[in-house]
């Protein structure tokens, strides 16, 4: 065991509605990590807790008539509890808006403004005229300067998808109370961010974690750093050094929350919180794939120019897809862990099952009631339960326990490969891999005890067949023990089972290989249950009720003349070539030709279509849509297409490019 601690956080839920299955993509990983690396002999602490400060807390607060420390601290419970009932177990879970976080905020702000990377500017910033008040980030909407599409006041979430600084949108309309609103100067304090490339891109060569966080943020640091404003002008966050009237930019102060809650854990424990943040050091990073130009550019810069250790490893999760529709709350393509599955009876150790082996930590994970159950019967109840329950029920009517022997060095050595690999597969971030390799161990038993057949070789060699069970037993403890940090209830049961009375928990992962003890046990009980047809169907007709309702609510757009409509020019066009735009994994630059004239136009269907697939085809165009940027390129037009998976329209009937829709 190394000398020096490992820290592992997880990006933070914000305390602005309740969990839901994306929240989980990252979290549950994580326990895994964090139970296994325990019980592999290493020293871990695992900190989180909620994010609390931004403008979209501020604006729930205001909806709902209360304060933002109200609604954080409902939200902040609400987590901590479905944390605990998802078996993710943090050593310290707390809160941005506590008074560490804040210590430890100014802190690191004024040392960086002490050693010169921050300085003050005075920009334009939107403030509406009848709110009387400066409207940062989501206090305000308005047009992307960028590409042109609609965007709120931090980001172009509808377009390009670009971070945006205060005063750069355009025509910003008040979110309150939909005023057209001014822009007026205001002074800024501004981080060097972009002193910071040097550092960066040997930092990024040499930090462990996922290639997904690595490879996306050497492609930013290269196209270009950006110096980033860190102030607000909002009430509710840690005061800027020296301001009454500015916090700190939500995204300075939330990474620095994984230093204050280890300092909050160190100081109830009597421990050193600098071991962890100081110097060399093993932090672990796991977050969602949305955030990572936060934790693998911005954070460790700011880390750098503070003084502190930087980040040992960053790990991202795939995105989440819901019955292979892009996760979506407002569309109703979301799963909510207590509403929808916790509450309904399921156990935690299937959804964390799920989540795990679905796919690799880094692709997209899709989730439907239909394959969910599919994969727990097939897998998780009929390999390793079934298994499971016909040696522990054997051994029991049989031997009135496991019998006295030893172990054939053959399962030995399978269970020695087994942990050898789930080991490399742990250290790599592969979670899919282990869970996987885990799997193989429990069919390699079933095959086994299906060859073998001791219930037919107990009537002719009965020490034979309790050789055959003693080997079982062995691959049973083995089990348990390796699938506890993917689902610890289950390992729990099996190990109760097997005539242990202290917690699986409490032993390393290296006693698979100790030989099982001859000890009597109490008759099993299966472990699993399996997910009946009915009790599926009820589970997804709640699904698509939901969906059915955001699509009607979504449907009730203002009726139009047609007037209105004949402003709008649609012609046939043909697809001459496509390419890839660099450093985008959505978009695709199309030339097209619309009847004498052929339009360069930017469309967001790569993720549907290869550039290959698109040269000939027909389509419909948008063609007197106003030029934008998107990506930096220019886009003269826009593809029409239906649904989540982009079905581009295209004529019943063969026509010439440039034929009117009427």
Known sequence: MTQQPLLVTCGLPYTNGPCHLGHLRTYVPADMYVRYMRRAGEEVLFVCGSDNHGTPIVVSAEEQGISPRALSERYHKHFDETFKR??????????????????????????????????????????????????????????????????????????????LEPGEIKDPVCKVCGTKAEFRDQEHYFFKLSEF???????????????????????????????????????????????????VYVWVDAPIGYIAFTEEWARANGQDWKRYWCGENRVTHFIGGDIIYHHCIFWPALLKGAGYGVPHAI???????????????????????????????????????????????????????????????????????????????????????????????????????????????????????????????????????????????????????AQVILNCVQITKALALLIQPAMPDTAERCWKQLGYYDSVAAHPISDAT????????????PLFVKMEETQVKELDALLQKRVAEANRKMEKTPAISIDDFAKVEMKTGKVLAAEAIPKSSKLLKLQVDVGG???????????????????????????????AKIFGVESNGMILAAGDAASLLTPLKAVEPGTKIR
């Open 597 to 627: 004239e052929t339009r360069q136009i930017v469309s967001g269907i790569a993720q549907f279509y290869k550039p290959e697939e698109l040269v000939g085809q027909n389509v419909i165009v948008l063609t007197n849509l106003a030029p």
């Open 86 to 163: 998802m078996g993710v177990m943090f050593d310290r879970f707390g809160m941005t808006d506590d008074p560490a976080t804040h210590h430890r905020a100014q802190s690191i702000v004024a040392e960086l403004e002490k050693k010169g990377y921050i300085y003050k500017q005075t920009v334009h910033q939107a403030y509406c005229t009848k709110c009387k008040r400066f409207l940062p980030d989501r206090y305000v909407e308005g047009i992307c300067p960028h590409c042109g599409k609609p965007a709120r006041g931090d980001e172009c979430d509808q377009g390009c998808g670009k971070h």
């Open 514 to 525: 100790r030989p099982v003890p001859e000890a009597c046990i109490k008759p099993p009980t």
């Open 197 to 247: 490339k040097d550092f960066l891109l040997p930092f990024l060569d040499q930090v462990r974690g996922t290639s997904n966080a690595k490879n996306y943020a050497i492609g930013w640091i290269k196209e270009e750093l950006h110096d980033w404003c860190i102030t607000r002008t909002l009430e509710w966050g840690v005061k800027f050094p020296g301001r009454d009237d500015l916090v």
């Open 315 to 465: 790990v991202a999760s795939g995105m989440v897809k819901v019955d292979d529709h892009k996760f979506s709350k407002s569309r109703g393509y979301v799963v909510w862990t207590n509403d929808d599955y916790l509450d309904k009876g399921l156990p935690a150790d299937y959804l964390r099952y799920y989540l795990l082996a679905y796919t690799s930590h880094t692709k997209e994970l899709n989730f439907s009631w239909k394959v969910f159950s599919e994969r727990i019967n097939n897998e998780v109840v009929n390999i390793f339960g079934n298994f499971v329950y016909r040696t522990l029920y054997f051994a029991q009517k049989e031997f009135d326990g496991i019998p006295a022997g030893t172990v054939d060095p053959a399962i030995m050595d399978e269970i020695g490969k087994c942990l050898a690999n789930v080991d490399q597969f742990m250290r790599d971030y592969e979670f899919k891999g282990a869970v996987d390799a885990i799997m193989a161990l429990a069919a390699f038993g079933n095959t086994y005890i299906q060859t073998n057949a001791p219930w037919k070789l107990i009537k002719t060699d009965r020490a034979a067949a």
